[in-house]
């Protein structure tokens, strides 16, 4: 019997709890063309797990079962992840390794490592199930195979595959692959040639199963629904289906395809929200880029569907070729003078493996980061400065936050009368196995301790450090141990009342984390210099004047007070510069209820909240972002 287990790593963040998107559906698909093979056990590593381990949980959990093969599906975000924790289990056994996704492709050279057994290029159906069949075939170390047979006839993998719509209660729905069209930016053309498409029936199979489990959100997987031939068939009989609208459907099309018919037949299926890509105004921009744009034709297209009620999100590109700060300019002006902001995602370009633009990046003398995502850095025509500074000028010109701050979680307390130098660690428990998300730092704690425990945390976690501990050496060891544990898990240093500043450069020096980081790429924008943004460190004190400022850092107040801080008060704390609040006050419970439900409805006008005790801070969650978090994973 052949064992086998599939990986789908997440993107990686700053706020544990924080949803991540990360729906294993890729492996769900291999799953299904293993099922009928009785020599083999397949499974996939839990979404829970998958999300939210640190990289030593998550190494041991695979370990536990060391399984024959291990597949890994593979993306920008987790790439370097995976390679890494490829290097480690090959240190204590000999799994054979599958390596599959969009990162795969001829011209990746991160991939370019003896460690890796198989690389799928493409649809994975039909390898995945020979490589399980047919020891062989692993001699040749990579392949394709087209699994397009596979894809029209199977139902969607949640009606037979331990695929579940899981942590957030949403279902994806693959109708079709590839895409007709060419944009160079794009792997979704390259990886077919010719889109297949899902047949009708098998469509309405998943929708009745999702409305038989009572799923709330279905996320079309198509890179245009309107590009599917029939497609207005196809949503009369969805319609019927969804009568009530129960189901919210959400996927990704060209406005410019939207017509009144169209409008009105996605309004009645159940469509509430549309990922659209405008990218750019700027005609050379379009042009370099293969993608034809009539302005007209989108306005009309956004505004039908408006009209019906469905949102739009409107994506923006930065540092394309051929634009330039004008052209970026003019862009702006056009989502403004036509009120696209409302749902506004704007990103740095990126050279993706695979794509034209990766191809021809020396001829159209590109400049990006040879790491996962592979930011652009400048064009001919966008200079460096000029494409760090269009995210500013753009949140100043949409008034909106591009790259806000991670959410403030500085709850410490289990019971009222916890005090630092007694509060135990916080821990959760995820599919049954304890992993701990705060850890404290106390002066009590040996470093082998902190060795064993590093081994158990999650994805991200944070060190709590009492103002007691003032050695700084003792700080920077410890961090060194965990980040040695954990290279690739995003953390955060919380400091409570420190007698002085952290010193930063210092506690940097110390980490082991990878550099650079996938973070680092991700979240460039979000500050002009180089330098770390995986680990983020925070300051709460009493002091009324904020003192502690710069990249990946910020200052909260510790209010301890037996008053609760009205609004004024908190507006205050930040014209002191202060990040955000920690409410750490005496008061009874039900005057904080009482508060946080007064104050909720003002949470997007104030700096960061978080509460001392960790109920009262999880209330304040899900009074005001729930949606944004997995409630099921938060302790």
């Known amino acids: 019997m052949v064992q086998a287990l599939l990986v789908q790593l997440p993107v990686p963040q700053l706020n544990y709890g924080h949803r991540t998107g990360n729906i294993p559906f890729a492996a769900a698909c291999l799953h299904q063309a293993a099922v009928r093979i009785p020599e083999a056990r397949v499974e996939i590593l839990s979404q829970i797990k998958a999300s939210y381990m640190g990289d030593a949980a998550i190494l041991d959990c695979i370990l536990a079962l060391r399984p024959d093969i291990i597949g890994f599906t593979t993306y920008t975000w987790n790439v370097t992840r995976v390679l890494y924790l490829i290097k480690e289990l090959k240190t204590h056994y000999g799994p054979r390794v599958i390596l599959g996704g969009p990162e795969v492709t001829e011209d990746n ?195 039908a569907l408006k009209q019906r009620g469905i949102a739009t999100a409107v994506d923006l590109i930065v540092g394309l070729p051929g634009d330039d700060w004008a052209g970026f300019e003019s862009t702006l002006q056009f989502v403004l003078d036509n009120n696209l902001h409302e749902d506004i995602q704007i990103f740095p370009l990126s050279i993706l493996p695979g794509t034209e633009f990766r191809r021809d990046a020396k001829h159209l003398g590109l400049v990006y980061e040879n790491y996962p995502p592979y930011t652009i850095i400048h064009t001919p025509s966008f200079s460096r400065t000029e494409i760090l500074q269009a995210f500013e000028h753009a949140e100043k010109r949409l008034d909106i936050s591009l790259y806000p701050m991670p959410d403030l979680d500085l709850s410490w307390r289990t019971v009222n009368d916890d005090t630092m130098e007694t509060a135990a660690d916080l821990s959760v428990v995820l599919d049954g196995q304890r992993l701990l998300y705060k850890i404290w730092l106390g002066l009590q704690r040996r470093f082998e301790e902190l060795a064993a425990l590093a081994r158990t945390v999650t994805q991200p976690y944070q060190l709590l450090i009492p103002p007691q501990v003032i050695d700084p050496d003792y700080v920077a060891r410890a961090l060194s141990i965990f980040t040695a544990s954990n290279p690739h898990t995003p953390m955060e240093l919380v400091f409570f009342d420190p007698p002085r500043m952290p010193a930063i450069r210092r506690l940097l020096d110390a980490a082991r984390m990878v550099r650079p980081h996938y973070l680092d790429g991700d979240l460039r924008p979000l500050f002009d210099q180089a330098g770390n943004r995986s680990i983020m460190f925070t300051v709460a004190t009493t002091e009324m004047r904020a003192r502690f400022d710069g990249p990946m850092q910020r200052h909260a107040h510790w209010w301890r007070h037996s008053h609760l801080p009205t609004p004024e008060a908190i507006h205050g704390l930040e014209a002191q510069g202060f990040d955000g609040i920690l409410i750490d006050s005496p008061a009874a419970v039900d005057r904080v209820h009482a508060w946080q439900d007064k104050t909720a409805s003002l949470a997007e006008d104030l700096i960061h909240i978080s509460f001392a005790q960790a109920d009262l801070h999880k209330r304040w969650v899900q009074k005001t972002i729930a949606d944004e978090y997995c409630l099921h994973v938060l302790p």
Request: aromatic share 10%; charged share 25%; net charge negative.
């Open 109 to 303: 050279p991160l991939l370019d490592s003896d460690l890796i057994d198989f690389r799928v290029y493409g649809e994975g159906e039909h390898l995945f199930a020979q490589l399980l069949q047919e020891p062989e075939l692993w001699s040749r170390k990579s392949g394709c195979a087209d699994a397009g047979d596979l894809f029209g006839i199977s139902p969607s993998p949640y009606l037979s595959a331990p695929l579940i719509p899981g942590i957030e209660n949403s279902m994806l729905l693959e109708t079709m692959r590839g895409c007709p069209y060419a944009c160079a930016y794009c792997y979704y053309g390259k990886s077919r040639r010719q889109p297949l498409f899902k047949p009708d029936q098998r469509v309405l199979e998943g929708i009745e199963w999702a409305l038989e489990r009572d799923v709330k959100e279905i996320y079309f997987l198509d890179p245009s629904l309107n590009s599917r031939p029939g497609l207005k068939p196809l949503l009369k009989n969805i319609a019927l289906h969804n009568k009530d609208q129960r189901l919210s459907l959400i996927s990704e099309i060209r406005a410019d395809a939207v017509d009144e018919e169209l409008a009105d037949l996605l309004a009645a299926a159940g469509f509430t929200w549309f990922e659209i890509g405008l990218q750019s105004t700027n005609p050379k921009a379009l042009a370099t880029m293969r993608r034809k744009a009539d302005p007209d034709r989108f306005l009309q297209g956004v505004g």
